[in-house]
């Protein structure tokens, strides 16, 4: 029986649950050094000195620096970027002539215990001439440097005649809509360990994640090191969301002081650094309007919106607004479209991807926006909704435009079909008589649904090598980084199925790149997509090297072969002369190893709807979701248990930045949010039981398996799914402007709305 | 803040005496000075209950407590939670229903649970989710959370 569609028990839970795990803060070397990081306390200012005598005086001090000391080590890179210009925004690893947001590193200091190293980070003094800081995104631009404005770039994605889309329209439809900042905000905090190798002179750096192979580039060229002298180390992480495993200063300067100073380095953050100083996301303002027909068919799009970036622009460069523009569209039509988006530097923590980037926004602006359209011609909003999907016919379906540098291709789906599943599945009907009943009796609740497609399964490419041992292990050896998704026991059920064998066996190698010469990484729901599809086509190739041993050891032909299990056996023939794994590689010269690559210019497309009922307690302005419904078609589910465990997480995340989590900062620019009971989080007082529908009905032929990613698929519509539940609870459609809907923001509209009624 | 002190305290029934500041939290006492780094630190605030300890049978946040008002107390963390290779019939509960993902905050929950079946096995759902909402999990939505100590509770019954 297959292993791929089954939901096997994890194999890397028992570290986890016996407190054995490796996480960062658990990685320490002899004569290890701590690092602590002196963060500029002004959102902008010019920075005139950095007085570090007194910090030198300590007695427990090894070190301390400044930018001084770091002038030879340039800006942080673009990982990813297609935008040529971005240069002047990059970050340097320590503040020189300004500082850009509360939190920016102005000064390292160096010791052999932590709680000293904090003692002495309290010396440094810091002289910065406050100036008067960038906060919103959509005024006016202003200098940024000399010759360089805070606008950073603008995307532009259109296709169509808009104007005389606009011009033909029945009416004309705009919004303005604001998405708070908010971010990943794993459990684990980031760290990193540098240790530097007397015996081999290569530096290793542990609590690497994500993109391991492309940091370790990126810190070999910026310390001016040989590639082959450093290596990156993934341990167990500690939850990832997008933002965990990007290059940051810190990681930099780790590496940099294990080198200079001789000694491990260790740097673990703090709660309050990692809310100033990780990579937020998302905080956008919207201004869209759409042109339709009688029907409500959307003949033009028009979109302009302004994306908080912070103080600079990080490894991902323009990303977000490079996705979000190309996202817009999504599961609908749309004859004639236009996004433009600017990247808008402002004096807050800087901004990066966080799980769904683009998608989280561009859902929110889109299904706003249909709800407003059928509203506005009392037409049914499911009603709209089919009238404007992209057909079954028109698959594969072509956006005139590319997102990071691929084109869209929406490579199969039925979107109608699943609209009609789901809202079978649901009982949308008796959902809505129930709502409507309850309402009538006095309280406030509503539904909201929406539509969206995901992307997933970004290339280019993935290496596989699968190794079987003289023992009889097998050992998968991949690019992929595990951020604590299930990777391992994925990638193993994948092998185990390609080779016939067993799981028991089978060792998965991640985020080593020592290991592996390239590796992509895990980001962009890619890692099932990627590495699943060279796992498959490097144990079909490894199956059939051990076949053709066994046959010759067995003296039959490989055809009359099979694997069951830790053997190979003669097929039909059970009492027949068989060989065990370990015996066939020992047989082979003591290993058999196969390897396999698996290259793609495109992305895979699942597609979903979310569906909330929520509950507003007038008195208190709470929103309660009592129900949350997830449809998804993901292909092929290698693990439902753990695609289930995905798009579970992603929504409760997702209705933490509907209802609680953002990052606010004052007129002056100082973070508001800067402990969890300021950041809010979800607990699972505020979480529903999310009720997961999963669809194999529109497996991708891009991959040998058929399957797409579902990382993303949990919180890409709850933003816009429970802002339309809450329109539908207060009997206002399209009353919900801005997200996180906060007690203070629903008190607002319930204010506006008793006034209008008034 | 050299002034450091002798701590005495049981930890999973083994005796241990360690010399810290007096400002050293039982957390970082734990996991540096007892090696114990099951224990995880998310907020050192208070908050996420990562860090989350039994001391005399009484939940704490290790983050919260000075090591030194440790003295005297019996400590359990979740190094002392299986026998040997049999594990506990929590943690066993957790990875049958996928209650964990990157497992940061699992020993957290994992001995918030053990206060809470010990002190209320017939626990039911809406007063397992109230006492469960003081930790913080980013990567599960809590159901499996919930599920996992709910079949553990029934396990435990037998």
């Known amino acids: 029986m297959s292993l791929i569609g089954r939901s096997v028990k994890r194999l890397e839970d028992r570290p986890l649950l016996t407190g054995s795990g490796r996480f960062a803060a658990d990685v320490t070397a002899p004569e290890m050094l701590y690092m602590r990081v002196v963060r500029s306390p002004v959102a902008f200012g010019r920075l005139i000195g950095v007085r570090i005598a007194e910090a030198l005086a300590h007695p427990g001090t090894v070190a301390v620096w400044t930018a001084e000391d770091v002038a030879d080590i340039p800006p942080i890179g673009f990982r990813m970027t297609s935008v040529p210009g971005l240069e002047p925004y990059r970050q340097p690893v320590l503040a020189n002539r300004h500082v850009r947001y509360v939190g920016e590193p102005i000064a390292t200091v160096f010791a052999a215990d932590p709680y000293m190293a904090e003692d002495i980070a309290d010396l440094v003094a810091l002289e910065i001439e406050p100036l008067a800081p960038w906060l919103d995104p959509a005024a006016p631009p202003g200098e940024f440097a000399p010759g360089h404005d805070t606008e950073a770039a603008v995307i532009t994605k259109a296709y169509g005649d808009l104007d005389a889309a606009f011009a033909g329209a029945q009416a004309v439809v705009a919004l303005e809509l604001i998405i708070g900042r908010h971010s990943g905000v794993p459990l684990e905090t980031r760290g990193a360990i540098a240790v530097p190798e007397a015996s081999s002179a290569i530096l290793r750096l542990y609590g690497a994640a994500k993109v391991p192979h492309y940091n370790r580039q990126a810190l070999a060229a910026m310390l001016g090191l040989p590639l082959e002298r450093i290596h990156l180390h993934e341990g167990h992480v500690g939850g990832g969301f997008g933002i965990r495993g990007e290059l940051y200063p810190e990681d930099v300067l780790t590496c940099a002081a294990a080198l200079r100073l001789g000694r491990p380095v260790k740097w673990i953050e703090d709660r309050y650094e990692h809310l100033v100083a990780a990579n937020q996301s998302r905080g956008s303002v919207h201004r869209v309007r759409a042109a339709i027909d009688e029907h409500g068919f959307i003949l033009g799009l028009d979109d302009e919106f302004w994306f908080d970036q912070g103080g600079y622009l990080r490894t991902h460069g323009v990303v977000v607004t490079d996705l979000t523009c190309a996202i817009l569209p999504g599961p609908y039509v749309i004859p004639a479209y236009r996004s433009v988006g600017h990247v808008r530097l402002t004096n807050k923590t800087p901004c990066g991807t966080y799980r769904a980037p683009g998608r989280f926004e561009a859902n929110f602006v889109r299904e706003r926006l249909v709800d407003v359209i059928a509203d506005r011609l009392g037409l049914d909003p499911m009603v709209v909704r089919r009238r404007n999907l992209i057909a079954k016919t028109a698959m594969p379906f072509r956006r005139e435009f590319s997102a990071l540098g691929i084109d869209i291709v929406y490579d199969t789906g039925d979107y109608a079909d699943l609209l009609d599943k789901f809202l079978t599945r649901v009982e949308w009907e008796r959902l809505r008589a129930d709502v409507a009943r309850r309402r009538q009796a006095g309280e406030m609740v509503g539904l909201g649904l929406g539509f969206f497609v995901e992307k997933s399964g970004l290339g280019p490419f993935d290496d596989v090598r699968i190794t079987l041992g003289g023992d009889g292990t097998i050992e998968v050896i991949t690019g992929a980084a595990s951020i604590g998704q299930g990777v391992e026991t994925v990638m193993a059920q994948i092998c185990a199925d390609g080779l016939g064998t067993g799981l028991d066996r089978i060792r998965v190698v991640h985020g080593q790149t020592d290991r592996i010469a390239r590796g992509m990484g895990a980001f962009a729901s890619r890692v099932t997509v990627m590495t699943g599809a060279a796992v498959t086509i490097a144990a079909a190739k490894l199956r059939g090297e051990l076949l053709t041993v066994a046959a010759r050891l067995l003296q039959t032909a490989p055809e009359r072969l099979a694997v069951t299990g830790d053997r190979v056996v003669v097929s039909g023939a059970p009492d027949g002369p068989s060989l065990d794994l370990a015996a066939i590689a020992r047989g082979a010269g003591g290993e058999l190893t196969a390897e396999a690559t698996f290259a793609t210019e495109t992305m895979t497309y699942p597609y979903g709807v979310h569906l909330a009922q929520v509950r507003i307690q007038r008195d208190s302005c709470a929103i309660a979701v009592e129900r949350f419904f997830v449809g998804y078609d993901i292909g092929r589910a290698v693990n439902p248990m753990l695609v289930e465990g995905q798009i579970v997480g992603g929504a409760a995340q997702g209705i933490g930045a509907a209802l609680l989590e953002e990052f606010v900062y004052d007129a002056s620019g100082q973070p508001q949010s800067v402990t969890l009971a300021d950041y809010l989080m979800p607990t699972i007082a505020e979480i529903p039981n999310i009720e997961v529908i999963l669809f194999e009905d529109a497996p991708t032929p891009l991959n040998p398996l058929g399957v797409k990613g579902v990382g993303e698929a949990g919180i890409s519509g709850a933003g816009a799914v429970i802002a339309a539940a809450v329109d539908d609870a207060l009997g206002r459609i399209g009353a919900v402007r801005q997200l996180p809907i906060t007690p203070n923001r629903l008190h607002t509209l319930l204010t506006e709305l008793s006034m209008a009624e008034g | ?158």
Not at chain 2, 37 to 63: F, I, K, N
Not at chain 2, 64 to 74: I, K, N, P
Not at chain 2, 80 to 101: I, V
Request: contains cysteine; charged residues 25%.
């Open chain 2, 1 to 158: 803040m050299s002034d450091r002190q002798d701590v005495t305290f049981t930890v999973n029934g083994e005796k241990r005496t360690i010399r810290v500041e007096p400002r050293r939290s039982l957390a970082d006492a734990l996991r540096e000075d007892c090696g114990l780094t099951g224990t995880h630190l998310g907020c050192e605030h208070g908050v996420c209950g990562a860090c989350t300890v039994l001391v005399d049978d009484q939940p704490v946040r290790s983050c919260l407590m000075f090591a030194v008002q440790a003295e005297g107390t019996r400590v359990r963390t979740v190094e002392g939670l299986a026998d040997g290779d049999k594990l506990h019939p929590l943690q066993q509960a957790f990875w049958e229903h996928h209650g964990l993902q990157c497992g940061f905050c699992t020993p957290g929950f994992l001995m918030l649970a053990v206060a809470i079946l010990e002190r209320e096995p017939n626990i039911t759902e809406p007063e397992l989710r109230e006492a469960l909402s003081s930790n913080l999990c980013r990567c599960t939505g809590y159901q499996n959370i919930l599920k996992s100590v709910l079949a553990a509770a029934a396990e435990m019954r037998k």
